[in-house]
């Protein structure tokens, strides 16, 4: 499998990694049977968060014994430095680990929020002190919003950026090759855009022409799609004629019906995070993330139902998509 580095961690990655999120759906019998497999193969890059329940402790479990063998890399959505320190421990513990690889400030919204988090009572210096300490080696950062990643990729101190990118979602082309030239790691997440594109392969393909990317993570929770998936790190990522054609009309048939969490919806009228929305639709649906999905929707101040269709939101889409039936379908979903 091909290994690219994953900027200035200097870290040797294989260019398919591990992604944690949907192992919440499965059992730690399970887990282990997938971290067997990533053994097997020479997959050597994990990827979880404090965020994915049981996932970080699932994972603790499955890698006893055998830690050594992967670059691991977890992430909070602390913002201040107390709650970063203590997420940092409660992590090595889940993980059962003395030493994480990469530990990264999880979605970083906005600029207020990246104010927050870089303030000297935020949650970066926790991170500092963690790393100072020997409990973490590297200070990573993800984010759904390229402007704001835009505005501080020139200046930021982190080591790497994690950023959603597939064949639909492709904004951050720019971003990455910026990344690229600081030499900081470009991480790929929702290769398979939360479960909208079927033929993730395709999209993993894709993602890997990309030379400024360092590797992608897809989720997985079976052990085929681990083997499946590590066949696609070749090296060769050039498309056939026929995969030239299904990558075409997969673009297509997403164009007018897939959200890009890109926010130039906002402000809806009545406080409504619209992309939040189609994310929890999303988890439900999709991934059948129930629990995940339900939690994540209780969490949004403002729900779908709240809709009085204005209509402006639809004005602002670049991609047309239809927000109030959406909203329609989201509140039918949650109850609310
Ligand atoms: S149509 Fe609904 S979702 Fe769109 S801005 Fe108006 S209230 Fe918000
Ligand atoms: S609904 Fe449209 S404008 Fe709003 S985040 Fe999604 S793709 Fe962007």
């Known amino acids: 499998m091909e290994k690219r580095v994953l900027g200035k961690t200097g870290l040797e990655v294989v260019c398919v990694g591990f992604g944690g999120i949907p192992i919440q759906r499965v059992d730690q019998e399970k887990v282990t049977e997938i971290v067997d497999e990533m053994s097997r193969i020479g997959i050597n890059f994990i990827d979880t968060a404090r965020g994915y329940t049981v996932s970080e402790g699932f994972l603790g479990h499955a890698l006893k014994g055998r830690r050594d063998q992967f670059i691991l890399a977890t992430k909070s959505m ?26 990264q400030l999880h979605l970083v919204k906005d600029m207020d929020d990246y104010k927050q988090v870089m303030s000297d009572t935020g949650a970066y210096k926790a991170l500092v002190e963690a790393k100072e300490a020997g409990k973490i080696g590297h200070i990573g950062i993800t984010a759904h919003s390229v402007d704001l990643m835009m505005d501080i990729i020139d200046d930021m101190p982190f080591e790497t950026i994690q950023f959603p990118y597939n064949l639909v979602e492709r904004q951050a082309e720019e971003l990455f090759e910026k990344a690229h030239k600081r030499d900081i790691g470009v991480i790929c997440m929702k290769p398979i855009a939360g479960g909208a594109i079927e033929n993730g392969g395709l999209s993993i393909k894709f993602i890997l022409q990309n030379k400024n990317v360092s590797l992608v993570i ?27 054609i299904e990558a075409d009309k997969i673009v297509e048939e997403l ?23 189609f994310i929890a639709e999303g988890y439900y649906s999709r991934y ?10 209780a969490k949004q101040p403002v729900k779908a139902s709240a809709c009085i269709e204005c209509g402006k939101c639809l004005k602002r889409c670049p991609y ?3 927000i109030i039936d959406k909203m329609k379908d989201v509140s039918k979903v949650f109850g609310e």
């Open 255 to 277: 164009h007018g019906n897939f959200c890009r969490r890109c926010g130039y919806c906002a402000p809806c009228e009545v406080g409504i995070n619209i992309p939040a929305m």
């Open 78 to 103: 602390a913002k201040t430095f107390d709650e970063m320190t203590s997420e940092v421990e409660r992590s090595l513990t889940n993980l059962q680990t003395d030493y994480i690889d990469l530990y």
């Open 218 to 244: 897809p989720g997985m929770e079976q052990t085929d799609e681990v083997y499946q998936n590590s066949l696609i790190a070749t090296g060769n990522y050039v498309f056939t004629e026929k995969e030239k």
């Open 288 to 297: 059948n993330m129930v629990g995940y999905a339900t939690a994540y929707y």
């Open 320 to 322: 047309n998509l239809p």
